[in-house]
């Protein structure tokens, strides 16, 4: 069965940063395009960013331009996300979401990424 599961969640100090993994399976991850969302709590979720298929194109929420790197390792079913120079509003859960060339959508459960000040 299709399973995204996310990791690399955790507490930090603004200004720190993390990095965010979303391993998949179950699914053609390379024919994917590949996004990561965020949910703080009382508000929509939200797109942070995207990826391409092959990896060769990225766009990214402007909030978190030049602070966030999105890239993914197709050879491991494998989506990251580099988040540099974190703030308090990054505070979110972060899912990941697949849209395959078949036009399904899959997510995962998510993971808390909590910045204090």
């Known amino acids: 069965q299709v399973q995204l599961v996310e990791s690399g969640g955790g507490l930090v100090q603004s200004g720190g940063s993390l990095r965010l993994s979303c391993a998949a399976s179950g699914f053609t991850f390379s024919s994917s395009v590949m996004s990561w969302y965020r949910q703080a709590p009382g508000k929509e979720r939200e797109l942070v960013a995207f990826?391409?298929?092959?990896?060769?194109?990225?766009n990214y929420a402007d909030s978190v331009k030049g602070r966030f790197t999105i890239s993914r390792d197709n050879a491991k079913n494998t989506m990251y996300l580099q988040m540099n120079s974190l703030k308090p509003e990054d505070t979110a859960v972060y899912y990941c979401k697949a849209q395959t060339w078949k036009r399904s959508t899959y997510w995962g459960q998510g993971t808390q990424v909590t910045v204090s000040s």
């Open positions: 990826i391409s298929s092959a990896g060769g194109s990225t």
